[in-house]
């Protein structure tokens, strides 16, 4: 497989912790304040290279050190462990941010909420702010990953991720995540993997993995 991101846009988006955090402050910043439109979207364009870029090289982390784990079928949430230890290492500079797996954000006990939609809170892997900043800036990441021969509720993973991508509305139920800069579904098996980019206009397949031992 080809890998569309490829390594020289990751040499590129090369930085000093300095310059992520600076970025990551000027993202909150603009999404907070400006009435510049055109310069949150371009501070938040940025912002989205960086963590795509650090997404990737999570999982080159991880097929150069856990492949094993792929190879003798282990399910998805060791896969997923592993990830988000690489994931933490890599977003470790974003100052106020955490890297949690199927992170409950409700207030509400699972089987009390009555909206359908807003059950729909929890995803893979989440990078976010456990709510110290508001909902506009509060959530920069949100992952789901399948393994290839896994078929199994496919459709509701992808419609989770597009409701995390749409923007927050003032019919949005209290505790649904939504405004996520970006959200990713994340296909593996044992020869590479496959990303799939969510956004609220739909969804576009952004990258293959290189198909390498």
Do not use: W
């Amino acid at each position: 497989m080809n890998n569309n991101i490829g390594h020289k846009d990751q040499r590129e988006l090369t930085m000093s912790p300095e310059v992520k955090n600076q970025l990551l402050k000027n993202y909150i910043t603009a999404k907070k304040g400006s009435q510049d439109l055109a310069n949150v979207e371009q501070v938040a364009d940025a912002l989205r290279k960086l963590i795509l870029n650090n997404v990737v090289k999570a999982l080159e982390r991880f097929y150069e050190r856990d492949r094993f784990l792929l190879e003798n079928k282990m399910n998805e949430r060791t896969i997923c462990c592993r990830l988000a230890i690489y994931l933490h290492e890599l977003f470790q500079d974003f100052t106020g941010y955490y890297v949690d797996a199927e992170y409950y954000r409700s207030t509400v006990p699972p089987n009390e909420i009555k909206d359908k939609r807003s059950q729909r809170i929890l995803c893979d892997l989440l990078l976010h702010s456990r709510r110290q900043y508001d909902d506009t800036v509060d959530n920069l990441l949100a992952l789901e990953v399948k393994l290839f021969d896994n078929e199994d509720r496919v459709d509701s993973d992808l419609h989770r991720l597009y409701d995390f991508a749409l923007p927050k509305t003032s019919s949005t139920p209290v505790d649904a995540i939504h405004d996520t800069l970006v959200t990713l579904f994340i296909r593996m098996e044992e020869s590479g993997y496959t990303i799939c980019e969510i956004k609220s206009s739909g969804f576009k397949n952004m990258s293959n993995s290189e198909d390498s031992k």
